[in-house]
């Protein structure tokens, strides 16, 4: 495909917050080795900032955090923490032993939050974010403030609150679509303002943070490229808090797919996207639904004669990424009666499935005799056999 773009790319640093927004996802809630596996997956997919948990919610958290800190090898591991002094304190201790670690810490600048939950004056807000983000500062070198409820801030306040948080050292501003309300239009407008009136905004990156409520959270992290972010917050799978957060795999595609017409690169080696998908979707017990961008079953499936006889003659007639970008290989393995432990081992890799010996024998026996009995054996078979043996192994 043509590339009019390329070679005059800025670079937007990707930040996965799934082990944090996205377990706040109700019924999402992930156990230690599940996280760990997880964030390894993302540092070695180019992930750059892995939001790891938010430390001081419980013990579970900070020990999580802290050993992804430990573990990874290129990411930058984050923490989140509330505009509270012990918020910050248990943060930094979190991320401490990371070769790179940010505290990313947050909060309300709206006046239906400042009225409504903080009981805060503005005045009183602005000095919060000048104590907090300063502490934050002297525990690390990377500090994230974001403005939570940020598009339904008066923006002359936002910019008040901006200043305050680069003044006192924050090297990332984050500006979130926490309910999911904007439209594109005033979500890169916004970026744009700000930037514009700031005066010492050149000496922080901007980064996007949106929510899924009018299902606009793709269209409108791109828009705030295009008013000058460099950060994108996302999750594998869309998942987070209510309609879920900007789905990493789909921001990252849709960067590579149209760099015809947009000016942005990522380090992210999208080959390994649907096995995040499926590695993220087994530990937060949370499906993809079949027709989801990118990593829905569907995603790369032909259905009417019309475009079946298309993708015969040429697979561009009706693809606009390849399945190979995303980590699909079209040659799949057909599973049945007849195949044994080797090609069965190597399905369960490729859904992101991983079983102790003693589980994987168990339902290599279930998944034999379900073979006898049906003469196709899907995945979502597969993937439901493993699925009843790990319930029953939890009981
Ligand atoms: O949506 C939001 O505002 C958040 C903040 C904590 C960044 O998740
Ligand atoms: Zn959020």
Not at 120 to 125: I, L
Request: net charge negative.
């Amino acid at each position: 495909m043509t590339n009019s773009m390329q070679g005059s790319k800025d670079r937007v640093v990707i930040f996965d917050t799934t082990l944090r927004d996205g377990e706040q996802s109700p019924g999402a809630t992930m156990t230690f080795d599940e996280k760990l596996a997880v964030a390894e997956t993302l540092d070695a997919m180019g992930v750059d900032i892995i939001e790891a948990g938010f430390p001081i919610a419980s013990n579970g958290d900070f020990e999580a955090v802290s050993e992804i800190a430990r573990r990874a090898k290129r990411a930058t591991i984050a923490g989140l923490a509330r505009a509270i002094p012990a918020d910050i304190a248990r943060a930094g201790e979190a991320v401490r032993h990371a070769q790179r670690g940010r505290i990313h810490t947050f909060v309300s600048t709206s006046e239906i939050h400042l009225t409504h939950q903080m009981r805060k004056t503005q005045d009183e807000v602005v000095e919060i974010i000048l104590k907090t983000v300063a502490q934050a500062r002297d525990l690390v070198e990377d500090v994230e403030w974001s403005a939570m409820d940020a598009t339904r801030t008066d923006i002359d306040y936002l910019c008040r609150c901006v200043e305050a948080a680069i003044r006192s050292g924050a090297t990332t501003i984050n500006l979130p679509d926490t309910v999911g309300y904007a439209t594109p239009q005033e979500y890169g407008a916004m970026f744009r303002s700000v930037r514009e009136r700031v005066p010492n905004s050149d000496k922080a990156v901007f980064s996007v943070h949106c929510h899924n409520d009018l299902g606009l959270a793709v269209a409108n992290s791109l828009a705030g490229l295009d008013g000058g972010a460099r950060q994108i917050e996302c999750t594998i799978n869309g998942i987070g808090e209510r309609a879920g957060n900007a789905a990493l795999e789909e921001v990252v595609m849709a960067i590579r797919t149209r760099s015809d017409v947009m000016p942005y690169e990522t380090g992210i080696d999208t080959t390994m996207l649907t096995r995040a998908s499926k590695l993220v979707s087994h530990a937060a017990n949370f499906p993809v639904q079949y027709n989801k961008a990118i990593v829905g079953r569907n995603a790369f499936a032909h259905e009417s004669g019309i475009h079946q006889d298309g993708m015969l003659k040429h697979s561009e007639t009706y693809e606009i990424m390849t399945p190979a970008s995303v980590g699909l290989t079209k040659t799949s393995l057909v599973m049945g009666k007849h195949s044994g432990r080797a090609a069965f081992r190597s399905k369960l890799t490729e859904l992101g499935i991983s079983l102790s010996d003693n589980q994987f024998q168990d339902v290599f026996e279930r998944f034999k005799d379900l073979a006898d009995r049906k003469k196709n054996v899907y995945d979502e078979d597969i993937e439901a056999l493993v699925d009843e043996k790990l319930a029953t192994a939890h009981d």
